[in-house]
């Protein structure tokens, strides 16, 4: 069958031109601003990146406290090119991450959550809470001492929150311990549950970014702006970036192969200096600020309490906004959003120079 | 009496019955998932058995580990060769504590946290002092129980 | 580049000794592996650097059809079969 035959015959079941023109149509705005847009599309690749290497990690792992770290230890030393994928997965993970908050803190800054986009601020927000919890299941799959410890921390963590604490705790650790249990039921949160909600929200969001268009920021609408299409233009140089981005992951997980440490052993004390993975880094010093006690209530339980304040507030701040919802300038929130951004950054580097 | 009218139509009603019959069998239906998703919980065990030979000879000035269900138990002997039990949890967020022989103190590597000899937590974020067992020597046997717990050990 | 050069020399060399303390080699250890993984490292990037030349110069040929205002296929245009 030649080209022509094939092109006829789907043209005679789809209205290929109509596709094609409205593929053309979708125009995108072109400002100094623009370089932002680039996070979301890096974050979805990675995403696409972690979802092949965790394919191909699965068919050696075995989920089971036994074997688990005996499995990762054969994939790394014994099969072909292991350690490099389970390497891949790591960096991807990181740097998808990364991605994430910076893409969140550029929509924070450029009030791309303002009217009409409320829905793609909560659906992108819940992305990122996914991606972390994401992390964490990763790294206790790895069953070694230093995951096992940063594990039974972060759910204790939980465990430290008013009212549900506990059930919340429990349920994440399917027990009162963290045990191979808990293994088990990370494994199923990794790649099964938590992948089919991404793939969920990751839709609704993209669909929502197609019909409400990209948004401009507050200081340049109206202006007259230059407009390009988004097809061919803007997706080849999202192409161009990701295999550049795909280069920088290759190039991490050639050089930077995560260690392995001592195999969890819950009767073994825990190790010296665990350090949360980076993304938790603010939230470990924010909870070193408060000390143990605070009006005779357990300190902790307090600042976790301010922290969750926090993050509601930061996750219905579109509909705080009332004033870039009406198209106005809202310097306030500016403000409050640097403060975020800041604080993040401040906080993270602390966590991680201490 | 009697009404000419119902205040409810025949609409409002259906609507009503359609929606809160299918919100009561939704939630039934979630109800049994959830029971199946959240696990059931074990117990902490209220006294544990060990063999007295290999705990009481430890050397001084030193602990011996045993499992105190999924958790870590310490057999601590103090430098005047007195023995206790003890729960070797940190009391801040459930790491495993070790004991420092030089320092003679229980140490949390976790955020730094330092207990005394005693289990008194002096330093470091850790809020309460460390959980200590009753020990009662049974015979052959050692039984570790939580503090104020009368046991009746199985005979056997 | 050569400040570069000589980090990505020293988080070489000093993975080289933490692997030695290490129990499991996450990266295989024998130089002639090493060798062959750098090599392919290198030619993975003049991969991705080709590609992301020639796509560049096909976004530069694109944009000026553009500009010409011709990048409408004409309809009537004569197909040949
Ligand atoms: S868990 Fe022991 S000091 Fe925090």
Known sequence: MNRQRLRRWFEERYDLTEIGRLAGSKLVPSHRYEIWYYTGGIAL?????????????????????????????????????????????HWGAQLAIAALFVHLFSALLLKSYRKPREFLWLSGFI???????????????????????????????AGNLPVAGHC????????????????????????SILPLATLFLIGIHVLLVQYHGLSVPVSLEGKSRREIPFFPNLFLKDLMIWLIMLG??????????????????????????????????????????????????????????????????????????????????????????????????????????S | MKIDYSCVTRRTFLNTLLGGWILAFGSGTLYALCKFAFPTLGKEPDFVILKASDYLEIPVNSVKPFAWGGKLGLFFKNTKGDTFALKGVCTHMECNITYKPEAMKFYCACHKGWFDETGRNIE??????????????????????????KIEPPKA | MKLFIFIILFIISAKGITWAQNTIEVFPSASYDRFIIFQTLALFWIGIIGCVIIIKMKLREIERTQKMGIYKEEKTIPLLD
């Open chain 2, 124 to 149: 470091g974020p850790p809020p309460k002092p460390l959980e200590f067992f009753d020990s009662a020597i049974e015979g052959e046997k050692l039984v570790i129980s939580r503090k104020g717990v």
């Open chain 1, 168 to 191: 919340i705790k429990a349920f994440l650790r399917g027990g009162i311990d963290v045990t191979g249990e808990t293994l088990t039921r990370f494994y199923a949160f990794h790649v």
């Open chain 1, 127 to 157: 992305l990122l809470v996914i991606s972390i919890f994401f992390g964490l299941s990763g790294y206790l799959l790895l069953w070694d001492e230093r995951a096992f410890a940063a594990v039974k921390v972060a759910t204790g963590g």
């Open chain 1, 248 to 353: 920088i992951v290759v190039t991490l997980a050639t050089l930077l192969p995560p260690e392995i440490g001592k195999i969890a052993d819950p009767l073994a004390p825990a190790p010296e200096n665990i350090k949360p993975e980076w993304y938790f880094l603010f939230l470990f010093q924010t909870l070193k600020l408060f000390p143990g006690e605070i009006f005779g209530l357990n300190g902790e339980t307090v600042a976790i309490l301010l922290i969750s304040c926090g993050i509601c507030f930061f996750f219905l701040i579109p509909f705080f906004d009332r004033k870039s919802a009406h198209g106005q300038r809202s310097p306030f929130f500016t403000w409050i959003g640097i403060f975020y951004t800041l604080y993040f950054i401040v906080m993270t580097f602390i966590g991680f120079l």
């Open chain 1, 45 to 89: 690749f990675l995403f696409v990146l972690q979802f092949i290497t965790g394919m191909v990690l699965a068919l050696y792992y075995v989920p089971h406290f036994e074997y688990a770290y005996k499995s990762i230890a054969d994939i790394v030393t014994k099969l072909n090119m292991g350690w490099f994928f389970r390497s891949l997965h």
